[in-house]
């Protein structure tokens, strides 16, 4: 089995060579470029902003989200089997579900507490004037009640709780229906599937090795999908930024909303340029902005797709042959990392949160600020990989802050202050995405270390 992953190395580069690979890269940037200045000169135009916003992102999501997310179950299913039946060792494996999951809730952790940090000592919410206060909840409200399909998603979340939330991820955990979750796209359901049916290929030894040889076949033809489907995304990438711009506009940076957008930023540029960084340097001794860059596809991808499930097969491909990561390490870490390990959303959580506060003058306590830090944590892994998932999962947040703040006798937050930040959120949902996919590269890129594609080094990993 581990002579597979030397193989399919040398044909993925024969099928994409690097040149190819440059001007796919530079493509996807002019896309950026060019999709953000169009879509700036149709907000400011006399076309109305809103519904030419929302016709250039449906033909984006036509074009190249579409196609990303026919790919991203098959894809997430034969990948995860071919990583487990490659590790073989189901101890092997263990260490690296445990290695995986401890950076995944370590790094969300940092996040959180960054973000909470931050908008604590910037308070982006407090000291504006009466008048821009009383605009901006008038503004919330209405954009709440405007959009029923994200207020009755907030309401159910609001009633089910972080409890609620757990409960639906052990229920996915252990699905009663394995195409269930295929046709309703709960990538979890499939990963312990898959996890489980490699284990038992695995276990099974040359019995298994006929249908392990055809998983195999069958996952390097979706690759060749992937790579087929990536000349889109230039085109994909154009019209969903032309589209984001032209609906909010690159002037919400310097609006009422501007300092809370700016401390979103702020804290995901210091946790993808420094703490994610440190963490790659200092456990895996690789350079890590080398290690960007060469992530470069699967970034500009996350940015203009606002997703992290329909970056995935971007993301698998480019870590395997362009950063450097095994096989055995990519197949396995980035589906679940696709799924629970949501970095930016969480950060972003604790500072949407907090500013809302801030905004309606509800002091919060280091207590609060706690339960902000505990809840954002654990709400982001039930955030589904999908765009604006964290406004609703941010719902249960909200709820947590205010339980504690009546227990003191203090007037809630009431929900509709979301309304708020749902105007700016695609924007700031295009960055915090981005670096959901850089968490789970440097992740990948970690677990490597522990598994390998040479079984030599695998053997000295395992000590």
Request: charged share 15%; proline share 5%.
């Amino acid at each position: 089995m581990a002579t597979f992953a030397d193989d399919d190395s040398a044909i993925s580069r024969t099928l994409f060579p690097m040149k190819k690979d440059g001007l796919i890269t530079a493509l996807i940037l002019v896309g950026l470029v060019a999709g953000a200045i169009l879509g700036q000169l149709l907000h400011g135009g006399a076309v109305d902003p809103v519904g030419t916003g929302e016709s250039w992102m449906s033909l984006g999501k036509l074009v190249l989200v579409r196609p990303l997310m026919l790919l991203v179950l098959p894809l997430v299913f034969l990948s995860v089997i071919v990583g487990v039946t490659s590790i073989g060792d189901p101890s092997r494996l263990g260490i690296v579900g445990g290695s995986t999951l401890l950076y995944y809730f370590a790094t969300m952790l940092a996040a959180v507490v960054l973000g909470a940090v931050l908008v604590t000592a910037i308070a982006p919410g407090a000291g504006l004037p009466e008048e821009a206060v009383a605009s901006l909840q008038s503004q919330g409200l209405a954009e709440y009640e405007e959009n029923t399909g994200l207020k009755g998603a907030m309401g159910t979340a609001s009633e089910k709780g972080l409890g609620g939330a757990w409960m639906n991820i052990l229920e996915q955990v252990i699905p009663s229906n394995f195409f269930a979750e295929l046709a309703n796209g709960r990538t979890l359901g499939v990963i312990v599937f898959a996890l489980l049916l490699g284990l038992a290929l695995a276990a099974i030894g040359p019995a298994g090795e006929p249908a392990i040889a055809t998983l195999r076949s069958l996952f390097d033809g979706t690759m060749r999908l992937v790579l087929w489907v990536l000349w889109l995304t230039p085109i994909g990438v154009f019209l969903l930024v032309t589209g984001t711009v032209a609906k909010i506009g690159l002037n919400a940076l310097w609006g009422p909303l501007g300092a809370y957008m700016l401390t979103v930023l702020l804290g995901l540029g210091i946790h993808a340029f420094v703490t994610l960084p440190g963490v790659l340097a200092v456990f895996s001794r690789a350079n890590p902005y080398k290690f960007m860059f060469q992530m470069r596809k699967a970034l500009l991808t996350a940015f203009g797709t606002d997703s992290s499930s329909a970056t995935l097969p971007v993301t698998i491909e480019t870590a395997i042959d362009d950063g450097g990561c095994s096989r055995r390490s990519a197949n396995f870490v980035l589906p679940l990392g696709a799924t629970v390990n949501m970095d930016g959303t969480a950060l972003y959580e604790a500072v949407a949160v907090v500013f809302m506060f801030q905004l309606w003058g509800i002091p919060l306590e280091l207590g609060d600020l706690v339960i902000v830090v505990v809840t954002a944590t654990l709400a982001a892994v039930g955030a589904a990989g999908i765009p604006s998932a964290g406004l609703v999962t941010m719902v249960i947040v909200v709820t947590a802050v205010n339980t504690s703040l009546a227990g003191r006798g203090i007037e809630p937050l009431p929900l509709e202050a979301i309304g708020v930040i749902i105007g700016v959120d695609r924007i700031l949902d295009m960055c915090r995405t981005t670096v959901n996919v850089w968490g789970d590269a440097v992740g990948a890129k970690l677990v490597t270390r522990l598994a390998p594609d040479d079984e030599d080094a695998l053997e000295k990993a395992a000590g």
